[in-house]
């Protein structure tokens, strides 16, 4: 086989929250398979590897080698997780964001390092970042570079998509990094590319990835069984945000323990879940030097409960009303 196109991030820390593995697990994120290695070879009996992209489920299969044959192939959105499997399952893990062979592929349009169509989709069905760059209003664009983003220059920015697009469309993400980058101040060494924020966003926007992330985790908390693990894997800001706010509406905030117990039974609890990251875990020092994409990583863990799955108004795990950008 090629050599790794991916590197899981925070793998060894993640194996370690949800030690000792075994029975069946989701992997909502395939990829390339490196989680679902990691499960396997920690473990696990068997792995339901999730991915809406189809080049990913072959690569998976192609690199897991005769470990595929403990995996079952599903393509699919980990947001209905719970209907890959009949029965529940010994844990979820949810790796979020672009993959690093994404990435690197200039014809699925996610990297402006070199030019590419303007496409962004993680499957491949549904309106690509073209459609959205050179078809939505002048102030949708805005909200979308803002509150997906967090680029502080969204309006200024999607004035001038508008006006570059007036004059022909934009279909490569060269052009549409040039547009974004001359609105913006030159980064200063170690700093992100300028356009960086806004190609973040789009790759949100396209995706519907807020929405697919806080169904997911709802997904999870039903295809767990009482005891399940759910460990999910962050890059910014905004998603550690989301699943944080979904630990704290949804678990308790400890383990709660009958003191006056012959044996330390948990007590009933109402809540599905229990965190076992008092704070979100980050990567050390070597893997950081090792892997630069982990820089920006976050790992939660929780244990699921014996409590019945909540039903949760999309609106709980929404952000916070942010000021117009400007």
Same mark, same amino acid.
């Given at each position: 086989?090629?050599?790794?196109?991916?590197?899981?991030?925070?793998?060894?820390?993640?194996?370690?929250?949800?030690? &000792?593995?075994?029975?069946?697990?989701?992997?909502?994120?395939?990829?390339?398979?490196?989680?679902?290695?990691?499960?396997?070879?920690?473990?696990?009996?068997?792995?339901?590897?999730?991915?809406?992209?189809?080049?990913?489920?072959?690569?998976? +299969?192609?690199?897991?080698?005769?470990? /595929? #044959?403990?995996?079952?192939?599903?393509?699919?959105?980990?947001?209905?997780?719970?209907?890959?499997?009949?029965?529940?399952?010994?844990?979820?893990? $949810?790796?979020?964001?672009?993959?690093?062979?994404?990435?690197?592929?200039?014809?699925?349009?996610?990297?402006?390092?070199?030019?590419?169509?303007?496409?962004?989709?993680?499957?491949?069905?549904?309106?690509?970042?073209?459609?959205?760059?050179?078809?939505? &209003?002048?102030?949708?664009?805005?909200?979308?570079?803002?509150?997906?983003? #967090?680029?502080?220059?969204?309006?200024?920015?999607?004035?001038?998509?508008?006006?570059?697009?007036?004059?022909?469309?934009?279909?490569?993400?060269?052009?549409?990094?040039?547009?974004? #980058?001359?609105?913006?101040?030159?980064?200063?060494?170690?700093?992100?590319?300028?356009?960086?924020?806004?190609?973040?966003?789009?790759?949100?926007?396209?995706?519907?990835?807020?929405?697919?992330?806080?169904?997911?985790?709802? /997904?999870?908390?039903?295809?767990?069984?009482?005891?399940?693990?759910?460990?999910?894997?962050?890059?910014?800001?905004? #998603?550690?945000?989301?699943?944080?706010?979904?630990?704290?509406?949804?678990?308790?905030?400890?383990?709660?323990?009958?003191?006056?117990?012959?044996?330390?039974?948990?007590? &009933?609890?109402?809540?599905?879940?229990?965190? $076992?990251?008092?704070?979100?875990?980050?990567?050390?020092?070597?893997?950081?030097?090792?892997?630069?994409?982990?820089?920006?990583?976050?790992?939660?863990?929780?244990? +699921?409960?014996?409590?019945?799955?909540?039903?949760?108004?999309?609106?709980? $795990?929404?952000?916070?009303?942010?000021?117009?950008?400007?």
């Amino acid at each position: 086989m090629a050599g790794a196109p991916h590197v899981p991030v925070l793998l060894a820390p993640l194996l370690r929250a949800v030690a &000792p593995v075994s029975g069946t697990w989701i992997d909502g994120t395939l990829g390339a398979g490196g989680y679902t290695r990691g499960l396997l070879e920690a473990g696990a009996d068997h792995v339901i590897g999730i991915d809406r992209d189809p080049s990913a489920l072959e690569l998976a +299969r192609e690199r897991l080698g005769s470990l /595929a #044959e403990r995996v079952t192939f599903h393509k699919g959105n980990f947001a209905q997780m719970d209907q890959a499997t009949g029965t529940p399952v010994d844990g979820v893990v $949810l790796d979020l964001g672009v993959s690093s062979m994404q990435l690197d592929r200039p014809e699925r349009g996610f990297s402006f390092l070199r030019d590419g169509p303007l496409d962004m989709r993680m499957g491949d069905a549904g309106p690509t970042a073209a459609d959205i760059v050179n078809e939505a &209003p002048e102030a949708e664009l805005a909200n979308i570079l803002y509150h997906f983003g #967090e680029e502080r220059a969204s309006r200024r920015i999607a004035k001038a998509i508008v006006r570059a697009r007036a004059e022909s469309p934009i279909t490569g993400t060269l052009r549409l990094a040039e547009i974004v #980058e001359r609105c913006l101040p030159r980064p200063k060494p170690g700093q992100s590319r300028a356009a960086t924020r806004s190609f973040q966003a789009l790759r949100i926007a396209v995706n519907a990835e807020y929405e697919a992330l806080w169904q997911g985790l709802m /997904a999870a908390e039903r295809a767990l069984k009482p005891g399940g693990l759910l460990a999910v894997v962050t890059f910014h800001s905004v #998603e550690d945000r989301m699943v944080k706010r979904f630990f704290q509406e949804h678990g308790a905030k400890k383990e709660r323990v009958n003191r006056y117990a012959a044996t330390e039974d948990t007590a &009933p609890t109402d809540d599905p879940f229990v965190p $076992l990251t008092r704070k979100a875990v980050g990567p050390d020092a070597d893997e950081t030097r090792d892997n630069p994409r982990a820089r920006s990583a976050k790992l939660r863990v929780a244990r +699921r409960t014996d409590a019945p799955a909540r039903a949760i108004d999309a609106r709980a $795990l929404s952000m916070p009303d942010l000021p117009k950008g400007r």
